[in-house]
T-cell receptor, first 112, second 118 residues
Framework: KQEVTQIPAALSVPEGENLVLNCSFT??????LQWFRQDPGKGLTSLLL?????REQTSGRLNASLDKSSGRSTLYIAASQPGDSATYLC???????????FGDGTTLTVKP | EAQVTQNPRYLITVTGKKLTVTCSQN?????MSWYRQDPGLGLRQIYY???????DKGDVPEGYKVSRKEKRNFPLILESPSPNQTSLYFC?????????????????FGQGTRLTVV
């Protein structure tokens, strides 16, 4: 059974810092990995999607990497801003199936 | 505006009273899915649908039913709700779960339905 772990569970940084969020998964037979952002009381917003054949994806200040063989992904946020404060979740989709498994998320607080 | 719409947003009900949470998307997506989110357990998949009339179980399907009679709608049915189904529910859709290019399978989520069963 696929298990997804995100470390740390919570992170607090001052504005302007670069930071890395981690996601690990136990079964490397994935189809893709997706990073989401969730604001309190809101739904999830997709940030980056990495196919299993890709190593990284970039969008603005965000960069996500994927090392499928070691079962790890990182989300790098450059020059963090208070508006980045949210919970970040990663999810892996299983090969040739519609099932997906989410991590518990990392709650990020960026202090002005 | 492209969106996934869930209704209701909040619902308090009593044990055993059948209820339906609706989900509708206006993006012509083939893939739709239901999740529940609980503290300490994260998001867990209940059911998903690859296309019209094609549904399958996720990790926690017990106590739930779904149907996909048309592409835009994917209702979640609780025939006999119990207090352990108190949770925050999310519906999501994607253009295609898998296409030849393996691209653009980004998921779009609804705003969530907070269900309390007493």
């Amino acid at each position: 059974k696929q298990e997804v772990t995100q470390i740390p569970a919570a992170l607090s940084v001052p504005e302007g810092e670069n930071l890395v969020l981690n996601c690990s998964f136990t079964d490397s037979a994935i189809y893709n990995l997706q990073w989401f952002r969730q604001d309190p009381g809101k739904g999830l917003t997709s940030l980056l999607l990495i196919q299993s054949s890709q190593r990284e994806q970039t969008s603005g200040r965000l960069n996500a990497s994927l090392d499928k063989s070691s079962g790890r992904s990182t989300l790098y946020i450059a020059a963090s801003q208070p508006g980045d404060s949210a919970t970040y979740l990663c999810a892996v989709s299983r090969t040739n199936a519609g099932k997906s498994t989410f991590g518990d998320g990392t709650t990020l607080t960026v202090k002005p | 505006e492209a969106q996934v719409t869930q209704n209701p947003r909040y619902l308090i009900t009593v044990t055993g009273k059948k209820l339906t949470v609706t989900c509708s998307q206006n993006m012509n997506h083939e893939y739709m899915s239901w999740y529940r989110q609980d503290p300490g357990l994260g998001l867990r998949q209940i059911y998903y649908s690859m296309n019209v009339e094609v549904t399958d179980k996720g990790d926690v399907p017990e106590g739930y039913k779904v149907s996909r009679k048309e592409k835009r709608n994917f209702p979640l049915i609780l025939e006999s709700p119990s207090p352990n189904q108190t949770s925050l529910y999310f519906c999501a859709s994607s253009p295609t779960y898998r296409n030849n290019l393996g691209l653009n399978t980004e998921a779009f989520f609804g705003q969530g339905t907070r269900l309390t069963v007493v």
